[in-house]
Nanobody, 129 residues
Framework: QVQLQESGPGLVSPSQTLSLSCTVS??????????FSWFRQPPGKGKEWMGA???????YYEPTLKRRTSISRDTSRNQITLHLGSVTPEDTAVYYC?????????????????????WGQGIQVTVSS
């Protein structure tokens, strides 16, 4: 059974770049048609899709975050990493990674939680000086 584990700093200073990793066990990040997304949930709000990395290495981004966001991968470590630049206190949230297994069906619905079959437990990130 696949497991996803987020890791990274719990506290980041404003204007810095936040980097979070999602380590996948029990499955490969290069499995055909699989893709891995990053979501975040600010206090008192719903989950927000940020972007995704597909099995092929292609990446997809939420348009309003695209300027500050990049997603990379390390196939040797089976990790997907989120980089969010120029953070502000408004980026304070619980960050999650999630796996989708059918890119052909999910490519235009990545922002919807129901296309994902596995989620990490989430990691709290606070942006504060």
């Amino acid at each position: 059974q696949v497991q996803l584990q987020e890791s990274g700093p719990g506290l980041v200073s404003p204007s810095q770049t936040l980097s979070l990793s999602c380590t996948v066990s029990g499955g490969s990040i290069t499995t055909n048609m699989h893709y891995f997304s990053w979501f975040r949930q600010p206090p008192g709000k719903g989950k927000e899709w940020m972007g995704a990395m597909a099995y092929s290495g292609n990446s997809y981004y939420e348009p309003t975050l695209k300027r500050r966001t990049s997603i990379s991968r390390d196939t040797s470590r089976n990790q997907i990493t989120l980089h969010l630049g120029s953070v502000t206190p408004e980026d304070t949230a619980v960050y999650y990674c999630a796996r989708g297994t059918d890119l052909e069906k999910g490519w235009d619905r990545m922002e919807y939680e129901d296309v994902y079959d596995s989620w990490g437990q989430g990691i709290q990130v606070t942006v504060s000086s």
